[in-house]
Every structure is written in C-alpha cells, then in structure tokens.
C-alpha cells in the first residue's frame, strides 16, 4: 500500500531539467552531453554542462560497458579527453574489484554459511 501511495505521488524535478545530446563515431564509443535546462526548456544558463564517455571492452564473459566523466567545456574537448575519461573508468575498475577481492579473502567463513545458510532445525 505504501508503494501506491509514493508512485501516485511521483514527481519530476521541474529545477534540475536536463536535455540529452549524444555523439558518436559507431566505431569506438560515444560521448554523452548533459545540457542543463529550465522549465519553460531554454538552456540554463546559471548551470554548466555536463560530458561522459562510454565505451564498451571485451572480456572473457563479453562485453562490459565503461563510462567516465570528462572535464571539458565543449565537444572538442570531449573528444580530446575521451581517452583520459575512459581510462580513469577502467583504473576504477580494478581499484574497486581488487579492494572486492581483499574483502572477501578477508571474510570469515562459518559452518553456517558453507551449507548454504543458517541451520534452522528445532528440536
């Protein structure tokens, strides 16, 4: 009940409007533009504009999709930055799956857990 009550209540943000631009080579990836805009859909001019990369790498289970902010405050920037955004991505990436490693080696193991969960019999 409480999931019908919050979706009959679901609004958009009508003070932080953006507008989509996307460009591509159908080769190598795409950049991606975020125009902020006002309510009546003139660009806002008060907000800057905001650039991601996006590009997809081959691995072993197929392909794994990457993204990254770029600096840039045009598109020729973007497209001079497209390299360096996407490398930070991928840097990320193996940060964040290297300290996932280490946690898990880390983890302590019960009895429990090796059977697949709690052992819930009452006698």
């Given amino acids: ?59 072993p289970g197929g392909a794994l999709p990457i993204s990254g902010e770029i600096d840039a405050s045009n598109l020729e920037e973007a497209v001079a930055k497209f390299p360096e955004a996407i490398n930070a991505a991928i840097k990320q990436l193996q940060e964040d799956m290297i300290r996932m490693q280490q946690e898990q080696a880390n983890q302590i193991i019960t009895p429990d857990q090796l059977r697949g969960g709690k052992n819930d019999l009452i006698i």
């Fill in 1 to 59: 009940m409480a999931e019908e009550q919050s979706l009959e209540n679901i609004q958009i943000d009508g003070a932080n409007l953006w507008k989509e631009e996307n460009y591509t080579d159908l080769q190598v990836g795409s950049i991606r533009k975020l125009i902020p805009i006002k309510l009546d859909g003139t660009e806002d001019e008060a907000r800057e504009a905001s650039w991601s990369a996006t590009t997809n790498i081959m691995t």
